[in-house]
Every structure is written in C-alpha cells, then in structure tokens.
C-alpha cells in the first residue's frame, strides 16, 4: 500500500525554527514533495526533493533519506503568516501521493 | 495569466443524485488531476487525465468518472452521490513535459452531500 504518515500538529513561537516530518511507505518512489495549505486555500507548491539531502528555499529547507523512507521540512525565522498546514507527497509514477499533513500554529 | 479555476465553489446536492465539477488547468498545461480532501485531511488522489484519456487512477469506486476535452479543461462527474462524498474537490494542473512534483492547485469546489 501507499501511506505518507505526519505529526497531526505542531506549534511554535513567531521567530523561532520548526521540523515537520514525514515517513513515506509507496510501491514506486520517485521523491517527495512539500505542499503548503491555508484554511480555506488551494495548497501551494514550496519544494522537492529527488535526491537525498537537503534542499534550501528562503526560511524553507526540505530534507530526504530514501534509506530510511524519511523526510522533513524546516522553516525558519517563523512568522504569523506560517501558520497552515504542510503536507508531504509522494511523487509515485507521475502521481502525487499525500500525507496526513501536519497543522502549524504560530504564536506571539 | 489564470491559474487553475474551477467551478462551482460550492454545491449542496443530496444523496443519490449525480454531481458534475469542472476545471480549467493553467495556461500551457495538459495534464489534470483531481483529488478529494475531506475535512482535515489529505488530498486523495482520485485520477488523471492526459491527451483526453485516464493515464491513472486512485482508490475510487467507478461512480466516480472523469472527462477531459481537447482544450485540456476537465470535468469530474460523481454518480449516485453517498453522504461520505461529501468534501473538497480539488483539480491540479501540470505539464506531462513539465515536473510532475509541482502541481499547480485551483481553490476547490465544496461539495456537501445532505
């Protein structure tokens, strides 16, 4: 089967540093990507990885470990505007598979 | 340059009736996805469309059928609609030439099944 498994939420404060993981079991791999939705919203592309590592946009860093069927997406500097919820996906044979997402709350 | 629109935005149908969604990919792309999310929940995937045919399709019962015109806009069409349909009906447009990983969404339709 295809399942993409992610803490339910996480919260933190404005400025500070976020991990939100993912762990990908799927038939066919191809990398993962990491899409952001706010309430109400269309979810918005922020990165891909294809390779193992870590790939760098802005306050956004995106990790993968095809051995450990694992990665994580980092935000940094965070602001108010941070808070939505961020889905990993899976990219199996030209489909995107999607996580459980995981809800950020960002405080004051 | 639109992006990807889609319409209704939202529709309130009631069970056993058949419901028709429909979507406009962005300018310069050809392939469409549709994905169901319910209520906080994931997108789930439920087909593509390329070249006017269903490259691939998710776990979704056959009531659940799809169109794409030679134009690249796409429809979604659900029979018989059960009160578990009832949730966000979002489409995603790429390029086949493109990156598949980078999908471009539209804003939904809301679909409430009463």
């Known amino acids: 089967g295809q399942s993409l498994e992610q803490p339910s939420e996480v919260t933190a404060v404005e400025g500070a540093i976020v991990q939100m993981n993912c762990t990908y079991q799927t038939s066919g791999f191809y990398g993962l990507s990491w899409y952001q939705q706010h309430d109400g919203g269309a979810p918005t592309f922020l990165s891909y990885?294809?390779?193992?590592g870590l790939e760098e946009t802005g306050r956004f860093s995106s990790f993968l470990s095809r051995s450990d069927s694992y990665g994580y997406l980092l935000l940094q500097e965070l602001q108010m505007k941070d808070s939505a919820s961020y889905f990993c996906?899976?990219?199996?044979?030209?489909?995107?598979?999607f996580g459980t997402g995981t809800r950020l709350q960002v405080f004051p | 340059d639109a992006g990807v629109t889609q319409s209704p935005t939202h529709l309130i149908k009631t069970r056993g009736q058949q419901v028709t969604l429909r979507c406009s990919p962005k300018?310069?792309?050809?392939?469409v996805s549709w994905y169901q999310q319910a209520l906080g929940q994931g997108p789930q995937f439920i087909f593509q469309?390329?070249?006017?045919?269903?490259?691939q399709r998710g776990n979704f019962p056959d009531r659940f059928s799809g169109h794409q015109f030679p134009n690249y806009s796409s429809e979604l069409n659900v029979n018989a609609l059960l009160l578990g349909d009832s949730a966000l009906y979002l489409c995603a447009s790429s390029s086949d030439r493109g990156r598949s990983e980078k999908l471009f969404f539209g804003s939904g339709t809301q679909l409430s099944v009463l």
């Open positions: 300018s310069g792309h050809d392939t």
């Open positions: 990885n294809a390779l193992d």
């Open positions: 469309y390329y070249e006017e045919e269903e490259r």
């Open positions: 996906a899976a990219l199996d044979t030209d489909k995107l598979i």
